[in-house]
């Protein structure tokens, strides 16, 4: 698909699921990462030299030491973070969900595409959305939402941190605690720029009402002056907007002085409520400093987007990072067949037993071939999904909606070997209410001859149906004794409309 300017309005920097942006600069580079919830590796880091194309370089918590699972339950996992650059060595802060004895988590590197350190946990610091900072005397600043273990302090709360032993220098403090306008002050952000300190939250709910909101104090413990034109960001009651549920932003100044941040959002279609299904993607706006406060300037940037389309034979000595499970590790699910490829098995672990990758374009097709058996999806959870299963010489269509399953045809073949297609293409609506945001496709490909085994409402595979903070993803997995995946293949096809 060829790909022309778009505006940073309206497209992401970083498309599919891709949510939490955190950022920071060294020198002429930018570093960029982001939530990942059940999937691992998580915390997925990506480098550009230019705020608009990125480039993933891997994943920041890729040892099971770093990130522990828990009960992997979607939209459990790593939460919302922070990554900063200090004294020549990167640091990540991050909550992991489903360890909650651990409080936040605090890995470091010389190197972001790593390797990340063993952990420093901060067990008293209960809660969500870690930020650092260092202050003027270069102690560590926690800033998270939650609470102090053992103690009745709740809200916005900040300490300073010994990183030996990730306990805390005297005792946590609340802050700013948002504008009190707005529901679920979350994911804070401290700076030093200039005579002040701020601290950006995101208010609203990461939903219609999301929102970004500051405060500047004197000293990072506050007072804190709200600043006048609360919510500097937000995208809430404007419907007519192709993007929405923007906030959760990050600043950074660029190498040239000026500032920029990332925010997340959506871009949801069909008819209303309107349906998203990449989940949330990192956009970037441009900012000014209007008296003393930040100006978002989201129309600053154009750009032509990143080429999202990939085939991967799996010849390579490492998987590309783009490569993820649900509730697993990818080990536990594919290794490199003698022949080519990979061998695919049920981990028996309790997960779904796939190897993932995210879903970028709003229009896509896919084809994953097997050799003796195998199964392809496309899904938001194990409870949302739809896909196709080779085994004993025959492929099927099968669906999964809530506590629904079904199988939706089938085909018997002679061959070993298949190539299974699964598409996201425009809607055939028959009535304005049933307009979704896609059809998605199940087809099995023989030579130039295509099945279609299925064509299914989108609607089922979005957020607003399926809940939860990720988005579709791309699974292949066993399906028999003697699954092979060969190759696969994503494809970027023609645009859809957003509004």
Same mark, same amino acid.
């Given at each position: ?84 650059? /200090?004294?020549? =060595? ?5 909550? %992991?969900? +489903?360890? *909650? &004895?651990?409080? !936040? #988590? ?128 937000? /995208?809430?009651? =404007? ?5 929405? %549920?923007? +906030?959760? *932003? &990050?600043?950074? !100044? #660029? ?128 409870? /949302? ?115």
């Amino acid at each position: 698909m060829s790909r022309t300017a778009v505006s940073g309005a309206e497209h992401p920097i970083v498309s599919g699921f891709h949510p939490d942006p955190t950022i920071c600069r060294v020198g002429e580079d930018y570093y960029l990462a982001h939530s990942s919830f059940e999937y691992f590796p998580g915390a997925p880091i990506f480098h550009s030299r230019d705020l608009v194309h990125w480039k993933q370089i891997g994943n920041i918590l890729d040892r099971r030491g770093q990130f522990l699972r828990a009960d992997g339950r979607p939209s459990g996992g790593i939460y919302g973070s922070t990554l900063r650059h /200090h004294e020549d =060595r990167f640091y990540f802060a991050t909550t %992991n969900v +489903g360890d *909650a &004895d651990s409080g !936040q #988590t605090i890995v470091t590197a010389e190197d972001p595409a790593g390797p990340w350190s063993d952990p420093i946990f901060i067990p008293q610091a209960v809660g969500i959305d870690p930020d650092i900072c260092w202050d003027d005397d270069g102690e560590l600043l926690l800033t998270w939402t939650g609470s102090v273990a053992g103690t009745e302090l709740r809200g916005m709360l900040q300490g300073r941190v010994d990183l030996k032993t990730g306990e805390f220098i005297g005792e946590p403090y609340q802050v700013w605690q948002g504008t009190g306008r707005l529901d679920f002050p979350e994911a804070p952000h401290l700076y030093k720029i200039g005579e002040y300190w701020y601290l950006m939250l995101a208010e609203g709910g990461t939903e219609r009402g999301h929102s970004v909101t500051i405060a500047r104090a004197e000293r990072p413990e506050g007072p804190y002056e709200s600043c006048p034109a609360n919510p500097v960001f937000t /995208h809430r009651s =404007r419907p007519g907007l192709v993007v929405q %549920n923007t +906030g959760h *932003a &990050d600043l950074v !100044q #660029t190498a040239s002085g000026e500032w920029a941040a990332v925010y997340l959002a959506v871009r949801p279609s069909g008819f209303t409520p309107c349906y998203h299904v990449l989940g949330r993607e990192t956009f970037l706006a441009g900012v000014d400093w209007v008296d003393g406060w930040p100006v978002f300037d989201e129309h600053r940037y154009d750009f032509t987007p990143d080429e999202t389309s990939f085939e991967d034979d799996f010849t390579a000595d490492a998987p590309h990072p783009r490569w993820v499970s649900p509730a697993s590790e990818p080990d536990a699910i594919a290794a490199p067949d003698t022949d080519g490829g990979l061998r695919l098995r049920v981990p028996g672990d309790g997960s779904p037993g796939l190897l993932c990758t995210r879903v970028e374009d709003l229009r896509w097709e896919a084809e994953a071939e097997f050799t003796g058996s195998g199964r392809f999806e496309v899904r938001i959870d194990d409870r /949302h999904r739809y896909g196709l299963a080779f085994e004993d010489g025959t492929v099927r269509a099968q669906a999964r909606i809530g506590g629904v399953s079904a199988d939706l045809g089938s085909v018997s073949l002679t061959a070993g070997s298949v190539v299974l297609r699964i598409a996201a293409v425009d809607c055939e609506a028959e009535t304005m209410t049933a307009y979704g945001p896609d059809d998605i496709v199940l087809a099995l490909v023989v030579g130039d001859d295509v099945t279609e085994l299925a064509r299914l409402d989108g609607r089922y595979l979005s957020t607003e149906v399926a809940a939860g903070f990720t988005g579709r993803v791309l699974g292949v997995g066993a399906a028999g004794e003697s699954s092979r995946l060969r190759r696969f293949r994503y494809t970027a096809t023609a645009s859809a409309p957003t509004a």
